[in-house]
């Protein structure tokens, strides 16, 4: 039954990652493009070309604000992540708990200190 639950909810966040694939690379090209740009502000010493960094950098920020849907597609993505964990976590393999005192020295000396 979590197999099905997990498969389903994997499923959606393919659905909604792949959905907002667009917003998502237009949010990291104009990302990369304000780094730049803040990055060449930063840098310069001409007012002009502070003047022209400035306006690229509003540009650019201006484009990453309208991709805003792009956070719900990360936020997929880090739901298949979760689910892709999840699913590979092998829950029938157990550690059997050996309780041969050789091996459990500590939990026994500690047993023999309370008595």
Do not use: C, H
């Not at 639950?5 to 499923?11: E, K």
């Not at 792949?18 to 690379?25: D, F, R, S, T, Y």
């Not at 010493?45 to 849907?69: C, E, H, M, R, Y």
């Amino acid at each position: 039954m979590k197999k099905i639950g997990l498969f389903i909810l994997g499923a959606i966040a393919a659905i909604i990652a792949i959905a907002n694939l667009g917003p998502m690379i237009g949010l990291a090209i104009s990302l990369v493009i304000l780094y730049y740009s803040v990055k060449q502000f930063t840098k310069t010493d001409q007012t002009s070309k502070k003047v022209l960094w400035a306006v690229v950098g509003f540009i650019a920020l201006s484009i990453a604000a309208s991709n805003v849907p792009a956070i719900l597609g990360i936020a997929a993505l880090y739901i298949l992540y979760i689910v892709y964990k999840e699913w590979k976590k092998d829950d029938s393999v157990e550690e059997p708990k050996d309780d041969d005192p050789f091996t459990n020295f500590e939990r026994e000396w500690a047993e023999l200190n309370r008595n």
